[in-house]
Protein backbone atom coordinates (compact mmCIF):
# COMPACT_ATOMS: atom_id res chain seq x y z
CA UNK A 1 0.00 0.00 0.00
CA UNK A 2 2.96 2.77 1.06
CA UNK A 3 4.54 1.50 -2.21
CA UNK A 4 1.21 2.48 -4.62
CA UNK A 5 0.86 5.82 -2.46
CA UNK A 6 4.34 6.86 -3.03
CA UNK A 7 3.76 6.02 -6.92
CA UNK A 8 0.77 7.96 -7.15
CA UNK A 9 2.23 10.96 -5.75
CA UNK A 10 4.69 10.79 -7.86
CA UNK A 11 1.91 10.74 -10.32
CA UNK A 12 0.58 13.87 -9.16
CA UNK A 13 3.07 16.01 -8.25
CA UNK A 14 5.54 15.16 -10.82
CA UNK A 15 9.13 16.37 -10.86
CA UNK A 16 8.66 18.38 -7.19
CA UNK A 17 8.85 14.85 -5.54
CA UNK A 18 12.25 14.44 -6.88
CA UNK A 19 12.88 17.48 -4.61
CA UNK A 20 12.42 15.55 -1.97
CA UNK A 21 14.54 15.19 1.21
CA UNK A 22 14.41 11.81 3.40
CA UNK A 23 13.86 13.07 7.10
CA UNK A 24 13.12 11.64 10.85
CA UNK A 25 11.17 14.59 12.97
CA UNK A 26 8.93 14.98 16.43
CA UNK A 27 6.27 17.04 16.76
CA UNK A 28 2.48 17.79 17.24
CA UNK A 29 -0.03 16.49 14.86
CA UNK A 30 -2.36 19.66 14.37
CA UNK A 31 -5.21 20.74 12.86
CA UNK A 32 -4.22 23.37 10.14
CA UNK A 33 -7.07 25.36 9.83
CA UNK A 34 -7.73 26.73 13.40
CA UNK A 35 -3.65 27.03 13.60
CA UNK A 36 -3.40 29.14 10.73
CA UNK A 37 -6.57 30.81 10.78
CA UNK A 38 -6.67 31.68 14.42
CA UNK A 39 -10.28 31.32 14.31
CA UNK A 40 -10.07 29.95 17.50
CA UNK A 41 -7.35 32.03 19.27
CA UNK A 42 -3.51 31.84 19.24
CA UNK A 43 -0.87 29.08 18.18
CA UNK A 44 -0.42 28.18 21.85
CA UNK A 45 -5.10 27.59 22.28
CA UNK A 46 -5.19 25.24 18.56
CA UNK A 47 -2.85 22.84 19.97
CA UNK A 48 -2.45 19.68 22.47
CA UNK A 49 -5.55 18.92 25.00
CA UNK A 50 -6.97 22.49 24.88
CA UNK A 51 -7.81 22.16 20.99
CA UNK A 52 -8.08 17.78 20.77
CA UNK A 53 -11.78 17.13 19.95
CA UNK A 54 -11.73 20.31 17.10
CA UNK A 55 -8.91 18.78 15.75
CA UNK A 56 -10.73 15.63 15.66
CA UNK A 57 -13.62 17.35 13.66
CA UNK A 58 -12.00 18.89 11.48
CA UNK A 59 -9.71 16.37 10.03
CA UNK A 60 -12.87 13.93 9.91
CA UNK A 61 -14.33 17.06 8.08
CA UNK A 62 -11.90 17.17 5.56
CA UNK A 63 -9.35 19.81 6.71
CA UNK A 64 -5.69 18.49 6.21
CA UNK A 65 -3.64 17.41 9.10
CA UNK A 66 -0.03 19.16 9.68
CA UNK A 67 2.87 18.53 11.88
CA UNK A 68 4.33 20.77 14.23
CA UNK A 69 7.66 20.42 14.52
CA UNK A 70 9.52 21.09 17.75
CA UNK A 71 11.69 24.06 15.79
CA UNK A 72 7.85 25.60 15.43
CA UNK A 73 7.91 24.76 11.88
CA UNK A 74 4.80 23.06 10.56
CA UNK A 75 4.70 20.93 7.71
CA UNK A 76 1.24 19.72 5.69
CA UNK A 77 1.01 16.11 5.82
CA UNK A 78 0.32 14.77 2.54
CA UNK A 79 0.32 11.09 3.55
CA UNK A 80 0.32 9.41 6.61
CA UNK A 81 0.00 6.00 8.50
CA UNK A 82 -0.33 4.00 4.86
CA UNK A 83 -2.98 6.54 4.03
CA UNK A 84 -3.30 8.51 1.10
CA UNK A 85 -5.73 11.03 2.57
CA UNK A 86 -4.28 14.27 4.24
CA UNK A 87 -7.44 14.58 6.83
CA UNK A 88 -10.47 12.12 7.96
CA UNK A 89 -8.28 8.59 7.67
CA UNK A 90 -8.44 6.54 10.87
CA UNK A 91 -4.50 7.38 11.51
CA UNK A 92 -5.21 11.48 11.08
CA UNK A 93 -8.03 10.68 13.55
CA UNK A 94 -6.48 8.11 16.08
CA UNK A 95 -2.41 10.53 16.05
CA UNK A 96 -4.68 14.20 16.44
CA UNK A 97 -2.67 16.23 18.99
CA UNK A 98 -0.55 12.89 19.53
CA UNK A 99 3.51 14.28 19.64
CA UNK A 100 4.91 11.75 17.04
CA UNK A 101 8.30 10.82 15.55
CA UNK A 102 7.99 10.29 12.04
CA UNK A 103 10.37 9.65 9.01
CA UNK A 104 9.29 10.24 5.41
CA UNK A 105 10.21 12.36 3.36
CA UNK A 106 9.87 16.51 3.57
CA UNK A 107 9.34 18.73 0.19
CA UNK A 108 9.10 23.02 0.25
CA UNK A 109 7.75 25.05 -2.73
CA UNK A 110 6.52 28.40 -2.71
CA UNK A 111 7.17 28.81 0.70
CA UNK A 112 5.26 25.91 2.25
CA UNK A 113 6.62 22.61 3.65
CA UNK A 114 4.87 19.53 2.80
CA UNK A 115 5.44 15.87 4.97
CA UNK A 116 4.91 12.51 3.49
CA UNK A 117 4.90 10.00 6.33
CA UNK A 118 6.13 6.80 5.60
CA UNK A 119 6.38 5.85 9.12
CA UNK A 120 5.48 6.77 12.47
CA UNK A 121 8.56 5.48 14.32
CA UNK A 122 6.95 6.23 18.08
CA UNK A 123 4.07 7.81 19.30
CA UNK A 124 4.68 9.53 22.32
CA UNK A 125 0.94 10.11 22.49
CA UNK A 126 -0.47 13.71 24.11
CA UNK A 127 2.44 15.40 25.88
CA UNK A 128 0.59 18.82 25.55
CA UNK A 129 -1.53 19.07 28.46
CA UNK A 130 -2.61 22.81 27.81
CA UNK A 131 -6.42 22.03 29.00
CA UNK A 132 -5.61 23.64 32.43
CA UNK A 133 -4.97 27.18 30.67
CA UNK A 134 -7.78 27.09 28.02
CA UNK A 135 -10.08 24.72 29.41
CA UNK A 136 -11.13 21.75 27.01
CA UNK A 137 -13.19 23.94 24.67
CA UNK A 138 -11.71 26.89 25.07
CA UNK A 139 -14.10 29.82 26.22
CA UNK A 140 -14.16 32.20 23.03
CA UNK A 141 -14.70 28.77 20.99
CA UNK A 142 -18.43 28.56 22.60
CA UNK A 143 -21.47 30.17 20.59
CA UNK A 144 -22.74 32.94 22.53
CA UNK A 145 -26.89 32.17 22.10
CA UNK A 146 -27.29 35.85 23.00
CA UNK A 147 -25.14 37.19 20.06
Same mark, same amino acid.
Given at each position: ???????????????????????????????? !? #???? &???? +??? =??? @? *?????? %?? !? #???? &???? +??? =??? @? *?????? %?????????????????????????????????????????????????????????????????????
Amino acid at each position: MRNAVAAALVCVAGPALADGEDITIRGEVIDT !W #CYFS &GVMG +GPD =AVT @G *TAHHTC %AI !W #CSAG &GIPV +GLL =AED @G *TVYMIL %ALGGSDQSAGGAAQLELASHDITVSGQVFARDGLNYLVVADVVEDHGITNINHTDFGVVPGFAIPNPEG
